[in-house]
């Protein structure tokens, strides 16, 4: 337990004792009011007091290791279990996020309620999550990325116990590493021969996705009124952040379109034929199929927007420009698309022996 006045800096670093801003390199600013830190089960809390003498700041701490002596600290805190923060979070999902991200929750939720179902929220720490990500990693043999969708999940859900009221402190959650970075590219021969080896909807919607950049949710969502021909664009709402997205439509999408819509009865671009609604089901079967004619293997229909992006750097085009292309919420996502691939570094050196 200690009685100590916090030093800030304005791009918000903050230390305990005086000094300079790592970032700003300058003098930091101490807080009016005295801060007080102690450990209660196991955490270690950190509180403005609003004192601004020191005397006062340490009554309140004294008064604060009386109560935690009289198990009188933080006693008006519900000690709820796993299952009642499982079922209001479930509740939370199905009311304020997507349904994709919902299902995403509830797969997670299923994944650590085994290893977590006989603890109480307040019981979860650091000590149990490392215990779970070795279990998963070990015994179960689940990759990284799958790992860090079930941690996200959890981290998730005891931010939200803290905001309820329900949790005092949110334990810290390290994530694994990933790899997820492919090397994505297609000569234009290897999209001509991906596109011979499909036709009707499957065709219509790797067009879309190779000159467009949309997501394929967002592609199997589109309407007869989200294309316009006059001004070559295609707006959509059905979105991955939800936001608006305006694609211009080059020619090819254009001469599509026009042909589909021409037999298309529906309001829906992509529909099932007995409902006139968009499918349920995502394109994953057809394009695999068209994938494996075209003999490219390992290829998820998502890689498509990959191919979109290096197709925009192969051009010339600037991050700035790719981003917005793309919609991506920033920068750093783009450069990711960025990085050389082998045919580039492959070109690189080809100059140096000119």
């Known amino acids: 337990m200690a009685v100590f006045k916090l030093y800030t800096c304005p791009c918000g670093y903050r230390k305990h004792t005086p000094g300079t801003c790592k970032h700003c390199h300058i003098s930091l600013i101490p807080s009016k009011s005295w801060y007080i830190s102690f450990t209660h089960r196991a955490k270690l809390h950190i509180i403005s007091t609003g004192c601004e003498k020191r005397t006062a700041a340490r009554d309140a701490l004294a008064q604060i290791r009386v109560n ?13 279990t796993w299952i009642e923060a499982r079922k209001r979070m479930e509740t939370y999902g199905r009311v304020n996020v997507s349904p994709r991200a919902h299902e995403r929750y509830e797969c997670s939720l299923r994944s650590l309620t085994p290893h977590f179902n006989d603890y109480l929220i307040h019981q979860i720490g650091s ?28 981290r998730r859900m005891l931010n939200l116990c803290r905001e309820w009221k329900l949790l005092d402190q949110v334990p810290k959650i390290r994530m694994l590493k990933e790899d997820n970075r492919r090397d994505r590219s297609l000569s234009d021969e290897q999209i001509s021969k991906l596109l011979r080896s499909c036709k009707g909807t499957i065709r219509l919607s790797i067009i879309i996705a190779l000159d467009t950049g949309l997501r394929k949710g967002s592609i199997f ?4 009124s989200d294309i316009n021909f006059e001004k070559q664009i295609i707006t959509t709402k059905k979105t991955k952040g939800g936001k608006l997205a305006i694609k211009p439509m080059t020619e090819r999408v254009q001469q599509a379109l026009k042909t589909h819509i021409e037999n298309c009865p529906y309001e ?4 099932n034929p007995r409902t006139g609604k968009p499918f349920r089901v995502d394109a994953s079967k057809g394009f695999q199929s068209a994938c494996k004619r075209a003999g490219m293997k390992k290829w998820r229909f998502q890689d498509l927007k990959h191919v979109f992006v290096n197709r925009l750097f192969d051009t010339g085009a600037d991050s700035v420009t790719v981003r917005d292309l793309a919609d991506h919420a920033s920068l750093t996502t783009t450069n990711l698309y960025a990085s050389s691939r082998a045919d580039q570094r492959k070109k690189a050196i080809e100059q140096l022996n000119k």
Do not use: G, H
């Not at 933080?74 to 709820?80: A, V």
């Not at 969502?221 to 007869?224: A, R």
């Open 268 to 271: 829906y671009l992509f529909f």
């Open 68 to 80: 935690i002596r009289e198990k009188k600290w933080f006693q008006s805190t519900p000690e709820i």
């Open 127 to 154: 000590r149990q999550i490392e215990e779970y990500k070795s279990k998963r990693i070990e015994v179960d043999k689940v990759r990284p990325a799958t790992l860090n969708r079930d941690l996200a999940a959890l």
């Open 221 to 224: 969502s589109l309407k007869k």
